[in-house]
């Protein structure tokens, strides 16, 4: 049972699921806009018949299931499933459909297939801090190494059900590394747009995986529009960010494989490393869904940390307008100008009771060094501007008593430029008794 439809953030109007997918609309039909250097409107939400999945499916059941594989909760992903003859029996004291991990297969892909794109089990790790525990959720041992892949399986899963087997994506890097990854893996093709300044191991990683790279003379913001404009005139599938509405969807599975972690007991505070605004919104679509159907009494305060050279959202928090201005910052995957789903990550941080926070440039580079050599994790710059803003938070006492999580969402070897920044460059050492020795020769 899969009951779903398309919802407008904007103007609230819903549509029928037929009438966006088989029509490939992104935005929504009557209020959706793109502008140059603005934000989206018309954003579309997945919404699902959360009355029936309560009455179907108890948290219990929930709990059992193993992080990193999201198709196991079919129900509320906008999907085609098709379901064995054990799935639809039904427990004789309960009444409630038992889900297990070889009951359904996503239509037009195998079991293989998904295991191609599962993600790490143990994703939730706990570290300390001068004397104060916090949890991580780690996804830089991701498929590849990025938090992107939680959307990008999603968007190629669902253009595989649509019969697409091109899609195109604008990226800073991640996104773009994600979405080829994951065509290769599962044998469709990929067009990514990039910007000029994009880090060579991302741009290497892109092309690696087979995709078709086109650098855009500008930053990231010119590739957005450069990729839609392209996609529209060729008719490619498209998957950037915030845009296509499974982008958000994908993310929020985040908040499931926490809840599955910690046995539903989430913590209080999440801090979010935050760019174009997608992870946070798909995050807290997923919390909030958790509470929609009763299996959470409260949604965790969501902390977004910017960096300062890209600090729209951190702005738009303070002041509630937006004026564009180029971002510039060391940690490239949260460098957007515009960020497309900035309405959205200051809902997601309104309505959690949260904050938006700035760090700099250095703050970025020390905690990057700090958790490399003090907890054994490479991450890239945008995770270490999470933990930053972590610290910050932290030296300022609003965090109490609370244990709160940092997200990595990106391993530290996507950006090896950021790292030269810190470690010097060695020198070789030659002993006396070699130099004597090469003299007497």
Request: aromatic share 10%; with cysteine; charged share 25%.
């Amino acid at each position: 049972m899969n009951k779903y439809h398309y919802k407008c953030f904007d103007c609230g109007k819903s549509y029928d699921k037929d009438e966006i997918e088989k029509n490939l609309i992104y935005l929504c039909p009557t209020c959706g806009k793109v502008e140059k250097n603005k934000p989206l409107r018309g954003v579309l939400l997945i919404n699902y018949d959360y009355e029936w999945i309560k009455k179907n499916h108890n948290v219990d059941e929930i709990l059992k299931l193993q992080a990193g594989k999201f198709w196991l909760y079919d129900f509320l992903w906008p999907l085609d499933f098709t379901h064995s003859h054990s799935e639809e029996r039904r427990d004789e004291e309960s009444h409630i459909n038992k889900v297990s991990d070889s009951s359904f297969v996503i239509s037009g892909l195998t079991q293989n297939d998904l295991n191609k794109i599962s993600l790490p089990s143990n994703c939730l790790l706990e570290y300390s801090f001068n004397g104060n525990n916090f949890f991580v959720l780690d996804d830089t041992r991701n498929p590849t190494l990025s938090f992107k892949d939680r959307a990008s399986s999603l968007v190629v899963f669902k253009a595989m059900q649509l019969g697409i087997n091109k899609i195109a994506a604008a990226s800073t890097g991640n996104a773009g590394s994600s979405l080829a990854g994951i065509c290769a893996r599962l044998g469709l093709k990929a067009v990514v747009f990039v910007p000029k300044n994009i880090p060579d191991a991302k741009r290497i990683q892109i092309q690696s995986y087979g995709a078709e790279l086109v650098i855009v003379n500008g930053d990231y913001d010119l590739a957005f529009d450069t990729c839609l404009e392209v996609s529209q005139s060729k008719k490619l599938y498209n998957r950037n960010t915030a845009y296509n509405p499974l982008t958000i969807e994908g993310k929020k599975s985040a908040a499931y494989d926490l809840f599955i972690s910690t046995n539903g007991k989430l913590p209080e505070v999440i801090f979010v490393p935050v760019g174009d605004g997608v992870i946070i919104s798909g995050l807290y679509k997923g919390l909030w869904e958790l509470k929609e159907l009763g299996w959470i009494e409260k949604i965790p305060k969501l902390i977004a940390v910017q960096a300062k050279g890209g600090n729209a959202v951190v702005k738009y928090f303070r002041s509630e307008k937006f004026v564009y201005k180029p971002a510039k910052s060391v940690a490239d995957s949260i460098c957007a100008g515009a960020p497309r789903a900035l309405y959205l990550a200051h809902d997601a941080i309104v309505k959690s009771s949260g904050d938006a926070i700035e760090v700099t440039d250095k703050e970025i580079l020390s905690a990057q060094k700090f958790v490399a050599q003090n907890f054994g994790m490479l991450i890239e710059p945008s995770s270490a501007a999470a933990f930053a803003g972590y610290k910050k938070y932290l030296s300022s006492k609003k965090l109490g008593s609370q244990i709160p999580l940092v997200m990595f969402t990106g391993n530290g070897l996507k950006d090896l430029s950021a790292l030269s920044m810190w470690n010097k460059n060695p020198r070789s050492l030659v002993s006396k008794q070699a130099i004597q020795s090469k003299k007497k020769k």
